[in-house]
């Protein structure tokens, strides 16, 4: 699958609120409100030509998924979500890595960060499958409750040299 990436819009936001995952998934439903807040500071970022969050199309311009990227001096730390009828099929480390690459090229990063739900077993094998190692576990408070997660982390380069 090929993906392109383009600046965050409100139609995108909206079809991202309906988006509904299953099972002990469903953790990551976006309620509609923190999507209107995003896309609120997405418009209030580009007043200073700062793209933080980005919709991801498919080669028939359809949204597959959304990335952010904070950057940090030469890191960026990276959130993602996946549709969730295209997630568990095979999708998510091309995927990632297309996030990789867009970075890359785009901001000129040396290192990568994310967070990711402990329980989440299958991102974490799709992180590290494209080259991500843990650097900790915390505690979060999500939802009202505390949930364990795994601070990940990987080099550019590593990206590039296979690991």
């Not at 090929?2 to 309906?18: Q, T």
């Not at 976006?30 to 209107?36: D, E, F, K």
């Not at 007043?47 to 998924?65: K, M, P, Q, S």
């Amino acid at each position: 699958m090929s993906y392109r990436f383009r600046p965050l819009r409100w139609r995108d936001v909206r079809a991202a609120a309906r988006w509904r995952y299953e099972g002990q998934y469903a953790f990551y439903d976006l309620p509609s409100g923190v999507l209107a807040m995003t896309y609120l500071t997405q418009q209030v970022l580009r007043l200073f030509g700062v793209v933080v969050y980005y919709a991801v199309l498919d080669e028939d311009g359809r949204l597959v998924g959304m990335f952010s990227f904070v950057q940090r001096d030469l890191e960026v730390e990276i959130g993602l979500a996946m549709r969730p009828d295209l997630t568990g099929q095979g999708h998510g480390l091309e995927f990632v890595r297309a996030g990789l690459e867009f970075a890359r090229k785009r901001l000129g990063v040396e290192a990568y960060r994310l967070n990711v739900a402990r329980f989440n077993q299958r991102a974490i094998r799709v992180y590290e499958r494209a080259g991500f190692h843990t650097v900790r576990t915390f505690t979060h408070m999500a939802r009202g409750k505390p949930y364990e997660f795994i601070e990940m982390a990987l080099r550019a380069r590593e990206v590039y040299e296979g690991g």
